[in-house]
């Protein structure tokens, strides 16, 4: 897995390649983690890479938006989602919790 984070003025963006399994979710949860430690949270994930996420890698992803949504201090969106991942997001009733654009320009622009 190959992850990216690039610090805008209004978000962060962070661009995922690979696959997010049990073995990967933990760098994964550390990058999101030391953004919101920073005092960010306002963060787009773009998914546009992604080939497979694990149950791991969902829980590092709701954990992230639940942190960033308390206090309204921002939220999580996803950008690029491909549709195998869109599956399992909807398959875990996770489309409800996340607001989802079809690229990472989008994404960006809603903050």
Do not use: W
Request: aromatic fraction near 8%; charged fraction near 25%; hydrophobic fraction near 50%.
């Amino acid at each position: 897995m190959e992850i990216q984070h690039n610090q805008l003025k209004r978000c962060d963006v962070i661009n995922i390649k690979g696959r997010i399994d049990s073995a990967t979710a933990p760098k994964f949860a550390e990058v999101a983690n030391d953004i919101v430690e920073a005092g960010r949270f306002r963060i787009v994930f773009d998914m546009d890479g992604v080939d497979f996420i694990s149950s791991a890698g969902l829980r590092v992803l709701i954990g992230t938006q639940k942190i960033c949504k308390r206090y309204n201090r921002g939220e999580v969106v996803l950008a690029n989602v491909p549709a195998t991942i869109m599956a399992s997001l909807e398959l875990a009733g996770f489309t409800p919790l996340f607001k989802i654009f079809n690229d990472a320009v989008a994404a960006v622009g809603n903050f």
